[in-house]
């Protein structure tokens, strides 16, 4: 069997590109072709039920992002609460570049993204808002505060990644990550 050509995180990182630029219904199996670097063909190969398979792919690798980048780090007990949720913050802004980029769990929840992929969006977004309660318990809330905070959590950087997009200004998104901060450490 040969090597693969592209590296499979490269590869779903350039998928993530162009769902984010062009949505699920905008992004032609060509346009994923040229973006992997890979002949249609060898795209088929490695995805043989097409554009589904990519979005689910892509959608896996995320959650995957969620849990080692927030989950794991703000469960971590060995490391102070106001350290996971700096280093969870730098990660954020980091996977969001400073605002630049739109989620990929907003993008393909869009149109027919939400029937096809529905479930594993809510899973990743179960995730997070997991990782966030455990946090707010371990800053001092009550459960049912620390999972009222968790949503907020979610709500701040998903809706100020809308509003950056949309006021073409990185502040909405640098603001919504000190309330995120200011939400814990009050």
Not at 86 to 108: A, P, Q
């Amino acid at each position: 069997m040969r090597p693969q050509k592209v590296a499979d995180h490269v590869l779903l990182e350039n998928m993530i590109s162009v769902f984010r630029f062009n949505g699920y219904e905008g992004a032609s199996l060509n346009d994923l072709a040229n973006a992997s670097g890979l002949k249609k063909a060898s795209l088929y190969h490695r995805f043989p039920n097409g554009k589904k398979e990519i979005g689910s792919a892509v959608l896996a690798y995320i959650t995957e992002g969620i849990t080692n980048n927030i989950y794991q780090v703000l469960a971590d007990k060995n490391v102070s609460a106001d350290i996971r949720l700096n280093t969870v913050l730098e990660n954020i802004n980091e996977v969001y570049d400073g605002g630049k980029n739109s989620c990929i769990l907003r993008v393909l929840s869009m149109d027919s993204g939400l029937e096809l992929f529905g479930d594993q969006i809510k899973f990743s977004m179960n995730i997070w808002i997991d990782a966030f309660t455990l946090l707010g318990i371990d800053f001092g809330s009550t459960k049912k505060e620390a999972k009222s905070k968790a949503n907020k959590s979610l709500v701040l950087i998903q809706g100020s990644l809308v509003v950056t997009k949309a006021m073409s200004s990185l502040i909405p998104f640098q603001e919504a990550l000190k309330d995120l901060r200011n939400l814990y450490i009050e």
